[in-house]
């Protein structure tokens, strides 16, 4: 196993640029996700760490090399794709004993390697079937298995589980995670699905725009967000983000919203904003933090429920608050219906500011 | 409820009545279609089992009095002077046929693939370019590729009449194995070379084999194309023992003008190597069809 | 946010670089032209070269015997000297009529024999082959065959037509100017109709089931189901199959220069065996070759056509 490191890395397609000056290091034995939306990059750095792609600047190292120049083969890389890229026409035997074959290993070796691979995953018994005859979850299996008969010094993982259902998809996830805490593996591993990130990774990397937009563990990410996109991107349902504007009333600082209402601000949250180059602040909470009263309370905020829906454990509750959708989860047992008046209260501990303009995270210095 | 039933019933039958009717329609199209393609090729092989005086009558015989099999003994006796043509004009077919074949495949494959996974400059502009090639009548090129082979030195050998039906296939050929290409992942490709193949292994260990299909169905077309191939062969080559079948039959029959058992066996022979070819590689001809050029 | 701004900078910094940027990029993809380049050259020497000298010889006068040293500069001569004969209208009109009845007919055969064998019964693949082997067989065998079915004297339908009472002696087919092109035609299509099929065979298979049941659950009858859901999926091949059908009939030259060599008096000349008669039969090189370039012209808005119905699908892909 080896560590990875990203410096200054940018890759251009004529005058976009899908990568954007990304450095960070993934550390020995360490699963680091890349999560984004959809043309955010994220799988662009993969196929750049993995060199099939040239990249525009910036340098990769894989253990201690450079690696900027060198073929995929000579990388000491595994990769796992969405679509698992099982060679059709060979059997799960020979997709598994391929990347040995390639690498010359002598025929009995090559047995042994691809039986104990077939015993660690559970699929013995499909070694002479062709991959279309596999369901999807025995072909991600199969594909799994073609990453580590090598034991490489890096596995690469490109959604491997967005082309599963549901069920399985949770599945696989333990798997994944568990074969991770065996192996001690180095994994990079991008998804879109940042619930896949936040469950299986020890730091993820979020990317928007070709730009890294935090890298830090899930748990750092979801409490401190380091701006508005991750806010929003990090977290199910989404954080609520609520536009406001800074003034001072009696004394103390508040939040105005456009519709009348403004909402006093601790000390610490009033240096935060005052810190912030704008008046424009927007506020954000997950749904959690957000407290739902059926009548007016001090502090609390009237809104209007707008939907509701109950999942049994919890039910999430839909409102408008100055333009802004805002989420709110409450205990099955108190009964909301829509277009009921109710009334919000913020956790003054728990809420995150952001600065309106430059759509940073504010802090008090 | 019984009501509902009914009228299930009533409908189901009235609409197996049409179906009935499309199918016996599509039957007797068939039967149709059966005729008018195989009575012409029945009507060669009984004329050309019929002795040359028994293929001159009116009425016809419809089927000879004395079946012979003198035509076919003539035709590929060595020792006879016809036998000696046929036989050489076949050679010379099947090596014509057998390199263009060979060569279109070499050709075809890499650019194919090019076409297909590369993104350089100027990629459209040449993959149209090479289709319209299929747009231009051999007759267009004919004077100036002769003079052009004469300037080669090509005239009257067999490298002319190979370099041109190198460029009738190979338009087709690269539009189907593209089609094939760029419905084989390339993800295929890289899990191979980060499985530690080159480029090249990549494309020869997992691509080539996936294309198969299609390199068959190239390879066929090339080959009956240059099989059949006449209007180049009939100004290219004036020496005898170079000529192809086509127009070895044809000069040979128009000495001998009422010899029609003859040529209908010679068309017979002629006509065996291509359709026993085609009949037995058809299968993956409809599948490049329909994986290359129909299914994008 | 710094993303937007980043973005719109860098645009701006690479736009006036354009050519130097193409430049650039054809060499980043030097490698990928080898694979091209063979393709590349084989099609100059066999289609550049020949145009270009197609077109410079059409402004020529040229001695018989290709002794082109000798040949005399005559402007646009051998142009007015068609456009003005009375064959040259002949010719263009058995043409149409040759590539248009070809082309259509053989369409319709073989779009119906697909529709009729994509249903499963016994004995169809033995069928299916015997359908197809008219195309195989060398349009030479094949004109020789018809040649003998329609002979005057021993030909097999004019002795069934005889022997069924309908005429006292053989009709004379390819031997009479009102009867010989489209008895031609018939052996034409006899030899392309089983392409038709094979393309729309393939087509047909491509119809997604789901779409078909769909519309059975709504109500479709057979025939809407074809007009609604299978016609409109198979636009793309049909379009296709015809502009091929259409482009390999206005070339053809076998079957009426074996058969009838363009007579009798040129009833059955088309374009391709008329202008290979001016040049290797009268040896008239010039006028050929302003035939042939008035034939290419013809051929490219054609082509225009071609290519866009080939890259169809291709721009669709790039814009979903």
Known sequence: MAHVVLKDLIKTYGSFKAVNNVSLTVNDGEFVALVGPSGCGKTTTLNLIAGLIPITSGDIFIGDRVVNGLDPKDR???????????????????????PLQMRKLPRDEIDKKVREAAKVLDMTQLLERKPRELSGGQQQRVALGRALVR?????????????????????????????????????????????????????????????????????QVFAHPANMFVASFVGSPAMSLIPLEVSTANGGTVLTSAEGWSLPLSQLNARKVLGATTRKIVLGARHSTIKLHKSAAPGAIPAKAYTVEPTGDVTFVQAFLSGAIVNISVSPNIAVTPDEHIWLEFDQERIHLFDGETEMALQAD | MSTIAETASRSRSCRRGGVDGWRWAGRIFLVFMLLYTALPMVWMLITSIKSGFAAMQFPPQWWPDEPTLASYQKLLDPQNSVGQDFLRFFWNSLFVSTATTIL????????????????????????????????FPAVIFLVPLFILMRMLGLVNTHGSLILTYLTFGLPLAIWLLKGFYDNIPVQLEQAARIDGATRFQAFILIVMPLS?????????????????????AYTFLSKNEQLTLPVGIQRFFSENTTDFPGLMAASFMMSVPVVVLFLVLQRYFVRALTEGAVKH | ???????????????????????????????????????????????????????ELSFFNTPPGLQLRDKIFIGFDNYTAILTSQVFWKVTWNTLVWTLASTFISFALGFAAALALHRDFVGRGVLRAILIIPWVISAVAASYIWKWIYHSDFGIIGAVLVGLGL?????????????????????????EFPFAMIMMMAGLQTVPDQLLRAAKVDGANAWQRFWHVTFPHLRDVSTVTILLLAVANFNSFIIPWIMTGGGPSNASHIWITHIYELAFGRQRWGVASAYSVLLFLFMMTLGYFYVRALSGNERKEANS
């Open chain 2, 212 to 232: 198969t299909p299609g390199i068959i169905a190239t390879a066929i077309y090339s080959f009956i194309g240059a099989w059949n191939e006449y209007i180049y």
């Open chain 1, 151 to 219: 034991d490489p010094a890096v596995f690469l993982m490109d959604e491997p589980l967005s082309n599963l259902d549901a069920k399985l998809r949770v599945q696989m996830r333990s798997e994944i995670k568990r074969f991770h805490q065996d192996l001690k593996a180095t994994i990079v591993y991008v998804t879109h699905d940042q619930l896949e990130a936040v469950t299986m990774a020890d730091r993820m990397a979020v990317m928007n725009g070709g730009f890294l937009q935090q890298y830090d563990s899930p748990a």
């Open chain 2, 104 to 135: 279109s495949v070499i050709v075809a494959v890499p650019a194919a693939y090019a076409f297909s996974r590369f993104r350089f400059p100027g990629r459209n502009f040449l993959f149209f370019t090479v289709l319209l090639r299929n747009m």
């Open chain 1, 76 to 98: 000491d890389i595994a990769m796992v794709f969405q679509n698992y890229a099982l060679y059709p026409q060979k059997s799960v035997y020979m997709n598994l004993a391929f």
């Open chain 3, 167 to 191: 005429t006292d002696r053989p009709p004379n087919f390819i031997d009479s100017v009102s009867t010989v092109l489209p008895s031609l035609i018939v052996v034409n299509i006899w030899r």
């Open chain 3, 1 to 55: 946010m710094t993303i937007v701004t980043g973005k719109t900078g860098a645009r701006q910094e690479l736009r006036p670089a354009r050519w130097s940027l193409l430049l650039q990029k054809i060499w980043e993809h030097r490698a990928d032209y080898a694979y091209v380049l063979p393709a590349i050259v084989v099609m100059l020497i066999v289609i550049a070269y020949p145009i270009y000298y197609t077109v």
